[in-house]
Each structure stands twice: as structure tokens, then as C-alpha cells.
């Protein structure tokens, strides 16, 4: 070590010196977090002065800066909201539904204090939290009974243990599928105990294919919804109807994975059918599963109904305890479904808003945005494009949107750049451009995402 090194150590504050400089940080953070931030940040200083022979800045409020910095890397969170423009309604990885006011107020209601989750108004003892939002459902569906659990995932493996563990259940092999994050039906079947038996093919499935494997240890037929993939040219497999038919015949139940669950006709947009619930229990489904924050427009959850004798029973199998929802999903869901019940959802609800949304209204968004880049020195301009709905509903089927196209040399670079800015917006990527979809973009956001792409490109040029 030289001199200057040597002065520079001995220049270095205490800890002391700098939790005494640094009242408002200790206010904030406590002094014990500061006192171990200072020390780590002194510590790098240290290294820095003995390895790097160079005029280091060694004043305190630099210093203290490095401390504040330090402490709010920390404790910044890992999860934080962003801009979906992808055009995918849905979008798992970014969350699913967004939630509608009604939902959010209500959560919002039962977080602040206490509520009557598990205790009975009437008698003022403990009641149970099962009661809640089942009402809607049945009025909904026309189901006799539901219950709620927390995801769908995991309603499928309470409804496969609690009334086919030891026995066998049918499934089609055009229909053992994966949903996605590993969720593998043969692999549910396996964990819950039951004996899968696989008929038909890939393509083609037969209700006689169903009939012959039916025997004295079956438990249930279950059918599942072609969420996120398509088997089209020489298919056939029998209807819900039928299939119920057959079940009831033989004593037998058919339960469905519904997956998305929608309450609302998609083909008003111009979309295929994605199978209504209450058709579903119409059709004779004994036991229906489906997600309360895909098509539903929910918060997360799995809401199961059907017979009420086997709700009871699925209510009553321990796994029922270990995959309940919290309150804050039940205020969510309930107010959820209290929209549809209101025939107000297509109004209320933003996954529902999205779909219903023309192209006319997309197209007006999207050209402000156009202006404001094009102003920005952007190369930007408006192309017809497609949404998707995503979330394991309608694979294949797009909706017509209007796309804002920002041409660049490295379109990954500035997709990184949006990423990063002070609220992260999602775009994506087709050859050399950086697609905005409006469709996705919340009202209340538009003009963030209007700001940000002008900060962006103004500090670019
Ligand atoms: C999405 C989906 C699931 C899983 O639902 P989660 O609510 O995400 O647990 C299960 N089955 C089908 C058919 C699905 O589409």
C-alpha cells in the first residue's frame, strides 16, 4: 500500500459517524438494518482503497448514498405490477385476471379487519368458511352444491382422491394432457391414488371405447377440456351428454375438468364456443371443475360443483383442508360471480371488457401512441394484428386488434428498455419490430404507457 492508500483508510468514517449522519434512514429502516448496511458498504470501500490506487470520493453523503442504495435493493419487492400490451388476455405468466372494482373493493373490505370467515352470524359461534360464494355458483350453474379450494389444479386432485382413490377412472387418450407448469393429467391420476385407463386414440375416441372399459373397480368417467391445444382433421370423441348417459347407466359419475370455465358466450366476439359451465351441468356432469381467474375474470381459485352428495364428500376428505382458499380469494370470487349474477360482467369485468372491446376503440389508442413515438423520433406506425385470449381458453382463436409497430435495429434492446422503465410494459417481438397491443393495456394505464414511450425514445435520440 502507498500513502494515498493508507490516508484513504484512515479517511473512511465509523459506523458511527455515519448511522449519526443518517437520522432519516434509521427512521426508516431501523438502525440495526443501516448499522449492517454501513458496515457492508465500509467493508467494499475498504477492498476498493487497497486494490484500486485511484481518488476515491470518501465524503459522507456519498457514502450515505451508497448505504441507501444498498438498503433499497434489499428490500425492493420481487413482485410488482406491469403493463401487459402482449394482446394476450390471459396471460398466465403476467398474472391472469385482472380483477374488476367490485372485487377488488371487496377484498380490500375483508383485508382491513376481521370478518365473519369461519364464524356463524346467528348463533354467534364458529360456523364454517365453505359457505361462502357457493350461492352464486349454484345460481350460476344450476348446480346443486360447489365448494371452492384454492386453485383448479388442485381441485381436480381433491375430486380424483376423495371419490376415485383404489378404483379406476376413464379418461380418453385425445385428452391426457399437460396444462402447463408440469401439471400433467396421468401424473394428478397417479398422486391421487387412482388407476388410470386410457381408451381410444390420439384422435378418435368412441363412446363403445368408454362402454368396454367400464368394470366393477371403475369409479368415474372424466372428461377434460382441450384448454390449450387442438386435435383437428379425422376426430371424434363422444359428447358430454352422451358420455353422461353412459355413466349414469352403469351408477357411475362423469366429473369434467373444465378448465377455463366460462359463464358468457365467446361467440359474440366472433370466437368459438369455449364451453359454458352451466351447459356442462346441463349436459349431466356429476362433478365440474374450472379456474376462478382465467375466463371467469377472477382472483385464483378452482370452484368445483355438482351432485351434492359428492361435494359433500370431496368437502370432507382431508386434502379438502390442506387446499382451501383464503379470504381474500372468497371476497374476490364472490364479488366476482355477484357481477354476472347482476348480468353486469361483460361491463364490469376486464377480461371481459378486453374481448368485448372493438377494433375501432383499439385503433384510436393505438394511433395516439403511434403520434407520440412518431413525435418521439420513433419509426413507428399502426398494423392489424390479433389478440388471443390465452390462459388455456380457445387455443388457435385470435382477435382482430390494431398493433403499434416500433421498428428497431435490436427490437429485444428496446423491449429490455420498456421493461426497465419506471412501470415495466410487456410487448412483443415479430422480426424487427416491437408489437403493442392496446387491447391488453388497462384504460387507467394508456397514459402511462404514453409517457413511457415518449421518456424512452426522447432520451434514446
Ligand atoms: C388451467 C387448467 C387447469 C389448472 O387450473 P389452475 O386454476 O391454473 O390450477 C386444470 N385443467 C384444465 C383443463 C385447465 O385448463
Given at each position: ?8 483508510l ?35 470501500l ?14 459522507i ?17 420481487t413482485?410488482f ?10 396471460h398466465t405468466?403476467?398474472?391472469r ?17 376481521y ?32 365448494t371452492?379450494?384454492?386453485n ?9 382422491s ?11 387418450r385425445?385428452?391426457?394432457?399437460e ?22 386414440t ?12 367400464i368394470?366393477?373397480?371403475?369409479a368415474?368417467i ?18 358430454l351428454?352422451e ?26 366476439f366472433g370466437?368459438e364456443?369455449?364451453?359454458l ?6 349436459d ?11 375466463l371467469?375474470?377472477?382472483p ?6 355438482g351432485?351434492?352428495?359428492l ?5 370432507r376428505?382431508?386434502l ?18 355477484d ?6 360482467a ?5 377480461v ?39 390462459g388455456?381458453?380457445?387455443p ?23 421493461r ?10 415479430q ?19 404514453g ?7 426522447v432520451k434514446?435520440?
Amino acid at each position: 500500500m502507498n500513502d494515498k492508500q493508507i490516508a484513504q483508510l484512515r479517511q473512511l468514517p465509523s459506523v458511527d459517524r455515519l448511522l449519526e449522519a443518517s437520522d432519516a434512514l434509521s427512521d426508516y429502516y431501523g438502525r440495526s438494518m443501516v448499522t449492517t448496511a454501513a458496515r457492508t458498504v465500509l467493508e467494499q470501500l475498504r477492498t476498493e482503497i487497497r486494490t484500486a490506487n485511484a481518488n476515491i470520493d470518501l465524503a459522507i453523503p456519498t457514502i450515505l448514498a451508497q448505504v441507501e442504495a444498498h438498503l433499497t435493493e434489499q428490500v425492493a419487492p420481487t413482485l410488482f405490477p406491469v403493463i401487459n400490451a402482449t394482446g394476450v388476455i390471459i396471460h398466465t405468466n403476467l398474472g391472469r385476471a385482472p380483477l374488476s372494482q367490485n372485487a377488488i373493493h371487496a377484498i380490500e373490505q375483508i383485508a382491513r379487519g376481521y370478518s365473519n370467515l369461519e364464524f356463524d352470524m346467528a348463533n354467534g359461534k364458529r360456523g364454517s368458511r365453505s359457505v361462502h360464494a357457493v350461492d352464486l355458483v349454484q345460481s350460476l350453474t344450476g348446480a346443486p352444491a360447489a365448494t371452492v379450494v384454492n386453485n383448479s389444479a388442485s381441485g381436480v386432485l381433491l375430486m380424483l382422491s376423495a371419490l376415485c382413490a383404489g378404483k379406476e377412472v376413464i379418461v380418453s387418450r385425445g385428452q391426457l394432457v399437460e396444462i402447463g407448469g408440469g401439471f400433467r393429467m396421468p401424473d394428478v391420476m397417479r398422486q391421487a391414488g387412482v388407476t388410470l385407463v386410457e381408451v381410444g386414440t390420439t384422435n378418435r375416441t368412441h363412446l363403445r371405447d368408454f362402454s368396454n372399459a367400464i368394470t366393477e373397480n371403475t369409479a368415474a368417467i372424466l372428461s377434460i377440456h382441450h384448454s390449450n391445444y387442438k386435435i383437428i382433421g379425422f376426430t371424434t370423441e363422444p359428447t358430454l351428454s352422451e358420455l353422461a348417459q353412459l355413466a349414469h347407466a352403469n351408477d357411475l359419475p362423469l366429473l369434467f375438468d373444465q378448465g377455463s370455465g366460462a359463464l358468457l358466450d365467446t361467440t359474440q366476439f366472433g370466437l368459438e364456443q369455449e364451453p359454458l359451465v352451466q351447459k356442462s351441468v346441463a349436459d349431466g356432469c356429476d362433478v365440474i371443475v374450472f379456474s376462478g381467474d382465467k375466463l371467469l375474470g377472477g382472483p385464483q381459485a378452482g370452484v368445483i360443483c355438482g351432485r351434492s352428495d359428492l361435494i359433500a364428500t370431496i368437502k370432507r376428505h382431508p386434502l379438502a383442508r390442506a387446499v382451501r382458499p383464503d379470504k381474500l380469494a372468497y371476497a374476490g370470487l364472490a364479488a366476482t360471480f355477484d357481477s354476472y349474477v347482476r348480468g353486469k360482467a361483460l361491463e364490469e369485468i376486464p377480461v371481459w371488457q378486453m374481448l368485448a372491446q372493438t377494433v375501432d376503440e383499439i385503433a384510436v389508442v393505438a394511433a395516439e401512441w403511434c403520434a407520440i413515438l412518431c413525435a418521439a423520433g420513433a419509426n413507428a406506425s399502426v398494423i392489424a394484428g390479433h389478440s388471443t385470449v390465452g390462459g388455456g381458453s380457445l387455443p388457435g382463436q385470435a382477435l382482430p386488434t390494431m398493433l403499434v409497430a416500433i421498428e428497431a435495429e435490436k427490437p429485444d434492446l428496446l423491449a429490455e428498455r420498456l421493461r426497465f422503465a419506471t412501470v415495466g410494459i410487456i410487448g412483443r417481438i415479430q422480426q424487427n419490430n416491437l408489437l403493442l397491443d392496446p387491447r391488453t393495456v388497462l384504460p387507467h394505464q394508456r397514459e402511462t404507457v404514453g409517457r413511457i414511450l415518449n421518456e424512452t425514445f426522447v432520451k434514446v435520440a
